[in-house]
């Protein structure tokens, strides 16, 4: 029935309004009749007006849903209310030419004088489907296990990667807390985390977090690197969670750790007992009067080369004890005054042997600090030696000890390269030499200053690089005072 006496009219100042809305908007009586649509009901659907106008509203439907539709338009109308856009339902429309599209449709109640009428915005959302499923196919080819939650930390999303690492199906995780995925002992913690990203979503790339753990539905645990990232919709914020399991390569690295550490002890043992046994017959050659001075010089050169190689055996062997057991710190009341000074003189000789200049700042009192002597002198040592490869010959190495509030304050600066644009950091990495040093063919194997940084963190001091230009580097490790200690400011010039 289409006739104009079979349509129920609209009011006359509601024509205004639909044609104002961005959605195709059908409004239908008690029965089903369409009373009234806009231009983008046209539009949308290819029908000319007065081709609609009191049509059952099925002629929008596609023809396998008549039924259906009835009976949810009868049950809607013995209790009408407003339904929002987007309520979760698969729907489809159909066009006069017979072709379907997705769409979303929200619902509203007009009572009028004449009874009571059904508005119904109609939104084609073919291409947000076509979004969803290419997102839906990016999140399935994900090599990581994929977790979208929304604002409230709850699981809309995951992919097949997540019900691998996991264990859990699908539908055990939608409409889940996500600390179901969280080790128990965590997850307060991770919901107070989740609050703070929310309240500033930004991206967060893998590895920022250190040690994170998940948890499976069997309750056990893997390591995890997890990378986040804001995914704002028209529902609201989503947090998108990319989960990798990395237990592979921490057992890889905890491998080539194993294997690393067996050849630093091995070789170190091996190489330690020749070096002893060198140094000490170079002791015992030295007191033979009956040596040339040409004889006296070679030996030297054999002593220093060999102290400098034991020099490197003792790094590595430090090292090795610092993974196995941690650093061996006795600690006592000294006079670090000492420790300094009696370092600088034995980098003497090597100074002068490569034309630097040496020089030794100290106050004029002692300055006492809780710590192990032989260890802050390794620490030292290793500082200054560093100084002096990296400084030319002719160049010069100051090393000044001063008190502050900060402690004991210990100086080594050289007329060096400097460490240019390596992140200062980057220098107290096992193993690490700079792109400078191996161009220069500076010897050395990237393990000192590992090891004072270890040294001075193990007596709650600080190490880090205060200058650095193209004039030179400069040092500083401090070291807690003894408590009884006083801070005196001055200091006095030593050698040259």
Do not use: C, W
């Amino acid at each position: 029935m289409s006739t104009d006496a079979g349509r129920r009219s609209a009011p006359s100042d509601l024509g205004g309004l639909l044609e104002a809305a961005p959605d195709a908007m059908v409004v239908i009586d008690d029965s089903g009749r369409i009373v009234l649509v806009n231009a983008q009901t046209v539009s949308v659907f290819g029908y000319a007006r007065d081709e609609l106008l009191g049509q059952p509203v099925e002629v929008l439907v596609p023809a396998a849903l008549h039924d259906l539709h009835r009976r949810h338009r009868t049950d809607y109308l013995a209790e009408p209310h407003v339904r929002s856009m987007g309520s979760g339902l698969d729907l489809r429309a159909r066009r006069k030419d017979g072709s379907e599209f997705p769409v979303e449709i929200s619902l509203a109640p007009l009572e009028t004088d004449g009874g009571i009428l059904i508005s119904a915005a109609v939104r084609d959302v073919t291409n947000k489907r076509r979004e969803e499923r290419l997102f839906r196919g990016l999140l399935e080819a994900a090599p990581d296990a994929m977790v979208i939650v929304d604002q409230g930390g709850r699981i809309v999303l995951v992919n097949a990667q997540v019900e691998n690492r996991f264990g859990y199906a699908r539908a055990e995780l939608i409409g889940q807390s996500v600390e179901i995925l969280v080790p128990e002992r965590f997850s307060g913690m991770h919901e107070a985390f989740r609050s703070g990203y929310v309240a500033g979503p930004r991206a967060r790339p893998m590895g920022l977090a250190g040690d994170l753990y998940a948890r499976r539905k069997d309750g056990s645990e893997f390591p995890v690197e997890i990378s986040l990232a804001p995914l704002e919709t028209d529902e609201g914020l989503l947090v998108s969670a990319a989960v990798r399991d990395i237990s592979e390569r921490r057992q890889m690295q905890a491998e080539a750790d194993r294997i690393k550490d067996e050849f630093f002890a091995t070789v170190s043992h091996e190489l330690r007992t020749p070096l002893t046994s060198m140094l000490g017959y170079s002791e015992l050659m030295a007191d033979l009067e009956q040596l040339s001075p040409q004889g006296q010089r070679f030996l030297q050169v054999i002593t220093r080369s060999a102290e400098r190689e034991l020099r490197l055996v003792d790094d590595m062997l430090t090292l090795v004890a610092m993974d196995e057991s941690g650093l061996s710190i006795r600690a006592d009341v000294i006079d670090i005054e000492t420790v300094v000074r009696d370092a600088v003189e034995a980098a003497r000789p090597r100074a002068e042997e490569v034309d630097i200049n040496l020089t030794l700042e100290i106050p004029g009192s002692p300055v006492q600090v809780d710590a192990d002597r032989d260890r802050v002198g390794q620490a030292i040592d290793n500082v200054l030696s560093n100084a002096l490869k990296f400084t030319p010959a002719g160049g010069s190495v100051r090393v000044r000890l001063q008190v502050s509030a900060a402690g004991a304050e210990i100086e080594v600066a050289d007329s060096g390269m400097g460490i240019g644009d390596v992140e200062p950091a980057r220098i107290f990495e096992r193993l690490y030499r700079s792109g400078a040093a191996i161009a220069q063919q500076v010897p050395g194997a990237g393990l000192g200053l590992t090891i004072a940084l270890a040294i001075v963190e193990a007596h709650h001091g600080t190490i880090g690089v205060v200058k650095s230009d193209v004039s030179g580097t400069t040092f500083r490790l401090t070291f807690p005072l003894a408590s009884a200690a006083p801070v005196e400011a001055g200091s006095s010039i030593v050698g040259a």
